[in-house]
């Protein structure tokens, strides 16, 4: 998963080289970032990704898998993630990837407190125009929700220990 970090936009890659042609289409329309900071994911841990990102000249940092203190806001968008295709392709687990694409043009049209808009009409400056899927877009909205209770419950825990 590439998430853009003001913005919170997400793409879905699995491989370097996909993520590569990616990352070449962004510059073509936004510039390049100055630093990617990733997981420890084969896609973005490769030497054909390393080249790229030296010879565009950014900086790129890996953190520890699993880590939400190390970049928390992947980590919260992969729970929302997991959490609804899960729950999407509970008849059949093996098709899991079908829902990729729908759920991240639904998370990028997703309004984000933190930001005040969606992460598209910030990356891009308009709304997304689309025929939205209401129960992927249900799904999502009460799996933030969701986190955010289990996260606040944990942060009073926390301060009254």
């Known amino acids: 998963t590439l998430l853009q970090n003001l913005s919170g936009f997400t ?5 370097s080289s996909q993520v590569v042609i990616t990352k070449l289409e962004q510059k073509s329309v936004f510039g390049n970032p100055r ?15 390393d080249d ?5 000249s950014i900086q790129h940092l890996s953190v520890t898998t699993g880590l939400p203190r190390a970049n928390g806001q992947v980590e919260r968008l992969n729970s929302t993630a997991i959490a609804v295709i899960s729950k999407l392709s509970k008849d059949d687990p093996t098709k899991w990837f079908k829902f990729g694409p729908e759920l991240q043009r639904i998370l990028n049209s997703t309004y984000q407190r933190s ?10 400056g308009v709304k997304m125009r689309d025929k939205t899927d209401i129960k992927i877009r249900e799904l999502i909205e009460e799996e933030i929700r969701s986190n955010f209770q289990e996260s606040r419950e944990n942060l ?6």
């Not at 793409?11 to 491989?15: E, F, G, K, L, S």
């Not at 084969?42 to 054909?48: E, G, I, P, T």
């Open 11 to 15: 793409q879905q890659n699995q491989h």
């Open 35 to 49: 630093r990617i900071i990733s997981d420890k994911g084969s896609a973005l841990n490769s030497k054909q990704f």
């Open 52 to 56: 790229y990102c030296s010879s565009e």
């Open 115 to 124: 930001i005040n808009l969606t992460p598209f009409e910030l990356l891009v």
């Open 156 to 161: 009073r825990k926390g301060a009254k220990q």
